[in-house]
């Protein structure tokens, strides 16, 4: 924390009524935005090794807010079981993914138990969670992406590439919209006890923010315009219960943010919350009513 010449602790500086730094919030996106979108359009597979470093990451990143409840994850088999786990979803599908999944649990417990007895049941339960919680959900991308067909293809807008810009722009509309309305209108709290600065108002945003966009996508993925309102609908819902939960983890550890890695935002996890919560639900939709 700063201080003053007197020594006294600054004050700190007050983001408004979001809570976050806009200017550092925005360029963080453009980043993180810019770093997709490259990988994405030169050779698709290279976004896999971006969702395995993010994986990676926000493994770390839950790692570090257990410990604050005297909870020891197993690090370092949880990062490379999340690894394989995104690499057979992308080569293979979902039968290796489920596979590598159950393999990964097992393999998990089994390290856990060179610690010993104590805090065993605790530290198991939670290193599963985190393998469904991250790479699990995280693995959901890998599918979307392989939509596209073998992975050698050297067509920039496949259906794989195209899905996975269908649900960043879904994700981001929600963000957009919720905040936008949350700032301009937000009286009425969602879920004080849980998220103070989320309220129906920004719920209403993100609705219509979210249904425009999936409608408005239905031209680029050659749907009909009733599956962009699902999409619409499924993306705001499971976004706002994604960034709830996570909400209320970070309060039963105590801490504000997963981490300070990306200026503006936090932690990574702070990002990933409402994406790890849209993505199965989204591949379903597309999987079976666009893409089949």
């Known amino acids: ?8 602790p600054a004050p700190q500086k007050d983001h ?21 979108a490259g990988s994405l359009f030169f050779f698709k597979t290279a976004f896999i090794v971006v969702v395995c470093t993010a994986v990676v990451v926000a493994i ?24 394989v786990m995104v690499a057979v979803a992308y080569f293979w599908g979902a039968p290796a993914l489920v596979t590598a999944t159950a393999v990964s649990a097992l393999v998990i417990m089994l390290w856990l138990l060179r610690r010993g007895v104590d805090g065993f049941v605790q530290n198991a339960t939670a290193a599963v969670f985190t393998l469904i919680y991250v790479p699990f959900l ?27 810009v269908a649900f960043i722009l879904l994700t981001i509309a929600s963000d ?20 103070p600065k989320k309220s129906w108002e920004g719920f209403a945003g993100s609705l219509l923010f979210c249904v425009g966009a999936g409608v408005g996508l239905m031209d680029w993925l050659d749907g009909d315009w009733w599956i962009g309102v699902a999409l619409g609908l499924i993306a705001v819902v499971m976004a706002t219960l994604g960034d709830l939960c996570e909400s209320v983890m970070k309060r039963d550890l105590g ?38």
């Open 60 to 83: 770390w990143e839950l790692h570090r807010g257990l410990l604050a409840k005297q909870i020891d994850i197993p690090e370092q088999p949880l990062m490379v079981g999340g690894v």
């Open 16 to 36: 408004g009524r979001a809570g976050r730094d806009l200017p550092a919030a925005v360029g963080s996106a453009v980043v993180l935005l810019s770093v997709i």
């Open 1 to 8: 924390m700063s201080t003053t010449d007197a020594g006294t």
């Open 138 to 164: 995280g693995s959901f991308v890998a599918l979307m992406l392989a939509e596209g067909g073998d992975w050698r293809t050297t067509e920039h807008f496949d259906d794989g590439v195209k899905g996975i």
């Open 255 to 292: 801490i504000k943010d997963m981490s300070q890695i990306i200026p503006g935002h936090g932690g990574l996890m702070d990002r990933l919350d409402s994406l790890l919560a849209t993505i199965a639900p989204i591949w379903l939709l597309l999987h079976y009513c666009v893409f089949s």
């Open 176 to 195: 957009i919209g919720g905040y936008v309305a949350g700032v301009l209108f937000g009286k009425h709290p969602m879920a004080p006890v849980i998220s």
